[in-house]
């Protein structure tokens, strides 16, 4: 691209953004445009899809953001290969509209789905939700990425092909970036089948200590476990929701199997329509943070026999909200804005444990990335 054309489409990209309340913020609509707009930069660059997750965003006022949402679009789609292309500002809703009508999915189950989240987003925020602990997180699923570098160029990583001989995987390195690394303008993902039929065992402990020993009885068992999460409502109160995927003729015995394994009074099983709102209702609880914007999310990396000593910790912070996904190796925090990170920070770094900030209010989130824990 020589330096005419990018004068040109940088010009086209100021129109198309003259509409936008930001004077800090401009847009692209192709990856050619992209590419004009990181090599015409004056300053830092960085892209954003809906904001589903701003405090991943987040950047100081000296950083122009590049809106991607007009970038948008399914590029290809072959149900029999189990492969979708889109470009990077294309909502995962789109997505999954065209997977249901294949009877396919995306199972590394990702977040904030309803309320917009981006294709590039999700992959550039690597959050994967419950279903990863069966399949994978989103890191095993992105076959093939477009983007654009810091230089202007565009760069392409990865191939259409499970088992590909391509060189460095580059698409896996960008999976978590914060589209530090580059911005992604097109994306590959593989798919999967949906799977025949699925049921959910709710169960409830006092204490997280029986509660994680439960779900080490359920991991040990050859038990078709979809998710498995824990919800900590208080230290006296632990519900487990353990997902099975079989064939629906098999789901009694599985269903029968598990709560013996677990051993655990109280517990009740959810199938077909309800048991599908049930994980509906359940993401809404991570991202929606009941509605309430006086709060902030925090992902937290941990492992399940870390979570006993963890989960009484964060329960003893001030109006914490707390669950666990993955089968205890990711712990989803909420917590009042008001909150001391400061003390968080600590907790987590004395059980040497990684976490981000992941939502919270602007004023909140203006100044770069807020990592936390041993990072």
Same mark, same amino acid.
């Given at each position: ?6 004068? !040109? ?8 953004? $003259? ?5 800090? *913020? ?31 965003? $987040? ?5 122009? !953001? ?15 290969? +189990? ?19 294949? !009877?396919?999915?995306?199972? =590394? ?5 309803s309320q917009g989240a981006t294709l590039g987003g999700t992959v ?6 419950? #279903? ?8 095993? =699923?992105?076959?093939e990425v477009q983007l654009v570098d810091g230089l202007g160029k565009?760069?392409? #990583? ?9 060189? =460095?995987?580059?698409?896996?390195? *960008? ?7 580059? @911005? ?56 487990? +929701?353990?997902? =099975? ?52 999310? @925090? ?28 089968? /205890? ?29 992941v939502c919270a209010p602007d004023q909140e989130a203006n100044a /770069? ?7």
């Amino acid at each position: 691209m020589n330096s005419s054309d990018t004068t !040109r489409l940088a010009a086209d990209a100021d129109a198309a953004a $003259a509409n936008d309340a930001s004077t800090n *913020v401009v847009s692209a609509n192709s990856a050619e445009l992209v590419a004009a707009r990181i090599a015409a930069a004056a300053g830092p660059i960085l892209p954003m899809g809906a904001r589903t997750k701003p405090a991943l965003s $987040a950047c100081d006022g000296k950083t122009t !953001r590049l809106d991607m949402r007009n970038l948008s679009g399914i590029v290809s789609y072959d149900s029999s290969e +189990f492969l979708i292309s889109a470009q990077a500002g294309t909502p995962l809703t789109e997505l999954q509209a065209a997977l249901d009508e294949e !009877r396919q999915y995306l199972p =590394f189950d990702p977040l904030f789905v309803s309320q917009g989240a981006t294709l590039g987003g999700t992959v550039a925020s690597g959050l994967s939700g419950a #279903g990863r602990l069966l399949y994978g997180s989103l890191r095993d =699923f992105v076959m093939e990425v477009q983007l654009v570098d810091g230089l202007g160029k565009l760069v392409r #990583g990865g191939g259409k092909v499970v088992k590909n001989a391509a060189g =460095f995987d580059l698409p896996k390195l *960008v999976v978590g970036s914060y589209g530090r690394l580059g @911005v992604l303008t097109e994306v590959t993902l593989k798919v999967f089948p949906s799977p025949p039929a699925a049921a959910t065992l709710q169960a409830e402990s006092s204490n997280a200590p029986d509660a994680i020993e439960a779900v080490q009885a359920l991991l040990s068992q050859p038990l078709p476990i979809a998710s498995l999460d824990l919800q900590f409502e208080r230290s006296d109160c632990v519900q487990i +929701f353990a997902r =099975f995927a079989a064939h629906s003729d098999s789901l009694p015995e599985v269903l029968n199997r598990a709560q013996a394994a677990c051993r655990l009074p109280s517990a009740c099983v959810y199938e077909s329509s309800q048991e599908q709102q049930l994980w509906r209702d359940r993401a809404a609880d991570i991202e929606g943070l009941d509605g309430d914007s006086a709060r902030m999310l @925090v992902r937290i990396a941990t492992t399940l026999p870390a979570l006993a000593q963890l989960a009484p910790a964060l329960l003893a912070l001030a109006d914490a909200r707390l669950q666990s996904t993955g089968g /205890g190796s990711v712990v989803w925090l909420s917590l009042p804005t008001t909150s001391d990170l400061g003390q968080l920070d600590q907790l987590l770094k004395l059980q040497k444990l990684p976490a981000i900030v992941v939502c919270a209010p602007d004023q909140e989130a203006n100044a /770069g990335l807020r990592p936390l824990g041993d990072c």
